[in-house]
């Protein structure tokens, strides 16, 4: 309906794109995107909507080159959406990369910039984790809870992630 009214509305696409990525339904959601991307080619919500499915996909490499490109137009992490960002997408798929050290980099890097989401604080305990670096695990989670706070800590880790790796 938004699209009816307003057929070049980048938001609309978006949405849609979002609602058959939710369904599951990756090639219609990209097709929304790419209608998207056509009126609006650099719109980070858009572009990461991309990413993200390649990250469902298991197309690890196509999403970590996408999150570099799109960096330089969305540079800085967001409390309200870690995820909707570029750095969180490069760790990511560096994380299913087994690329550790890089991941390890780019989530020191969005800490400095926010310190306040929970999830950079999952990704550097996991990363270090899958390296078998156990104690840097334990010193990330304690420098998460004295950040954070305990209970925000554990309720995050707790409730989004399977926590019994820490």
Do not use: C, H
């Amino acid at each position: 309906r938004a699209l009816a009214l307003q057929p070049k509305l980048p938001l609309a696409y978006y949405a849609l794109g979002q609602y058959y990525r939710r369904r599951e339904d990756y090639d219609r959601a990209l097709a929304e995107y790419a209608r998207g991307l056509a009126v609006a080619s650099n719109d980070v919500r858009l572009l990461g909507g991309v990413v993200e499915v390649d990250l469902r996909r298991g197309q690890w490499e196509r999403a970590l080159e996408s999150a570099r490109r799109l960096e330089p137009l969305d540079p800085r992490p967001s409390k309200s959406s870690p995820r909707a960002m570029p750095q969180w997408t490069e760790a990511v798929a560096l994380e299913y990369l087994r690329r550790f050290p890089e991941a390890l980099a780019v989530v020191g890097g969005a800490l400095v910039l926010d310190s306040l989401t929970p999830e950079w604080y999952r990704l550097q305990i996991e990363n270090l984790a899958a390296q078998g670096d156990l104690g840097g695990a334990r010193r990330a989670l304690d420098l998460a809870e004295r950040r954070l706070g305990y209970s925000e800590a554990v309720v995050f880790l707790g409730r989004q992630y399977d926590p019994q790796w820490v």
